[in-house]
Each structure stands twice: as structure tokens, then as C-alpha cells.
Antibody, heavy 115, light 107 residues
Framework: EMQLLESGGGLVQPGGCLRL?????????????MNWVRQAPGKGLEWVSG????????YYADSVKGRFTISRDNSKNILYLQMTSLRAEDTALYYC????????WGQGTLVTVSS | DIQMTQSPSSLSASVGDRVTITCRAS??????LTWFQQRPGKAPKSLIY???SLQSGVPSRFSGGGSGTLFTLTITGLQSEDSATYYC?????????FGQGTNLEIK
């Protein structure tokens, strides 16, 4: 069964850093592009970042470009999102999603940026 | 960036009704459009991809249409479990963008 499990969320001060992880199982990880999508409390969905299956190409929303870095470890079937210079507006539930069509999603990990 | 605009923002309908949600793209995205359903407290679920292709396991009462800049999601024979927020998303080019969502309430 295909599964995505996010981890690494928590409370962090403005300007701080956090690394999210998404452990994938039940499918051939290397053949799928992967994405991060976030949802601020009570708000809609916002695509954050994407990465190709090989990891050769990465893409970012303007709101996080230069602060967030997406990467993947295909030997461990894990997707990462390194977040730096965090702001209050980065507070959200962060989901990882499979493939270019976002076929499957994890349950999310909550990031709260507050002093 | 491509802007995605959904209408209406919310609607209320009864079990058995037929409802249509519209999504408009700010530029031509061909058929690179997906529809998602998100129930309260749950992760989004993909319903339709390539504008009109039904994801595996999704009931046939859901259908999608359109191409270019105008798209629709139609639910025929509403069920109580269809109460949710629906989002369109374009994957024609980066950055991918979502519509603002349509909240569907079942009376």
C-alpha cells in the first residue's frame, strides 16, 4: 500500500530553521516527482516546491525561493524540505504529495513560526 | 504566474442535486488541470486529472470538463459525503497554482 508520512514539524521562532521529511513506501520512489504543499490555518492550498524523480531539477514558489530547499534521498525513499529564515506567514500544515498529478498525499506535519 | 479563479466560493445544495464548480485560468493551460476534494481535517484527495480523467476509485458522479482557460467540475446526484472544499490546480507550468477553493455544503 502506498504511504507518505511527514515528520519534522514543530514550533520555531521567526528567523529559525526546520527540516521536514516525508518517508515514502509502497511505490517505486525514484520514478516519481514529488511535491510539498502547505495550508495555513483556515486557508487554501499553496504549492511550495517540487523535485523531479532523479532530483536533478527543483522548483519553488516565489514566496519561499531562496529560503527553502527541496531534496530527496532515493536510497532511503525520503523527501526533504529544508526551511530557513522562517516567517510567521510560513505557519501551516505541510503536506508531501506524490507525482506530477499529486495522486497521493500524506497527512501533513504542522509548522508554527512564533516567538 | 498563472492565476486560478474558482466560482462560486461557496454553495449549498441538497442530496440528489447536480452542482457545477467553475475554474478559470489566467492563461491557456491546455488540459493540465486537476481537481481535489478536501474534507474537514483531512488531506486533499485527487478526483480528476488532465481536466476530465477520473482517478481510480472516484465515483462516476464526479466529472470534469474544459480546456484552455475554462474548466468545470460537476457532481451529479450529490451525496452527503460530498460535503467538502474543492480545489482546482494547474500543472501546466511552474509555479503550480491552486484555485482559492469552493466550499460545498449539503443541506
Amino acid at each position: 500500500e502506498m504511504q507518505l508520512l511527514e515528520s519534522g514539524g514543530g514550533l520555531v521562532q521567526p528567523g529559525g530553521c526546520l527540516r521536514l521529511a516525508c518517508a515514502a513506501s509502497g511505490f517505486t520512489f525514484t520514478t516519481y516527482a514529488m511535491n510539498w504543499v502547505r495550508q495555513a490555518p483556515g486557508k487554501g492550498l499553496e504549492w511550495v516546491s517540487g523535485i523531479t524523480g532523479s532530483g536533478d531539477y527543483t522548483y519553488y514558489a516565489d514566496s519561499v525561493k531562496g529560503r527553502f530547499t527541496i531534496s530527496r534521498d532515493n536510497s532511503k525513499n525520503i523527501l526533504y524540505l529544508q526551511m530557513t529564515s522562517l516567517r510567521a506567514e510560513d505557519t501551516a500544515l505541510y503536506y508531501c504529495a506524490q507525482g506530477p498529478l499529486f495522486d497521493s498525499w500524506g497527512q501533513g506535519t504542522l509548522v508554527t513560526v512564533s516567538s | 504566474d498563472i492565476q486560478m479563479t474558482q466560482s462560486p466560493s461557496s454553495l449549498s445544495a441538497s442530496v440528489g442535486d447536480r452542482v457545477t464548480i467553475t475554474c478559470r485560468a489566467s492563461q491557456d493551460i491546455s488540459n493540465y488541470l486537476t481537481w481535489f476534494q478536501q474534507r474537514p481535517g483531512k488531506a486533499p484527495k485527487s478526483l480528476i486529472y488532465a481536466a476530465s480523467s477520473l482517478q481510480s476509485g472516484v465515483p462516476s458522479r464526479f466529472s470534469g470538463g474544459g480546456s484552455g482557460t475554462l474548466f468545470t467540475l460537476t457532481i451529479t446526484g450529490l451525496q452527503s459525503e460530498d460535503s467538502a472544499t474543492y480545489y482546482c490546480q494547474q500543472y501546466s507550468r511552474y509555479p503550480y497554482t491552486f484555485g482559492q477553493g469552493t466550499n460545498l455544503e449539503i443541506k
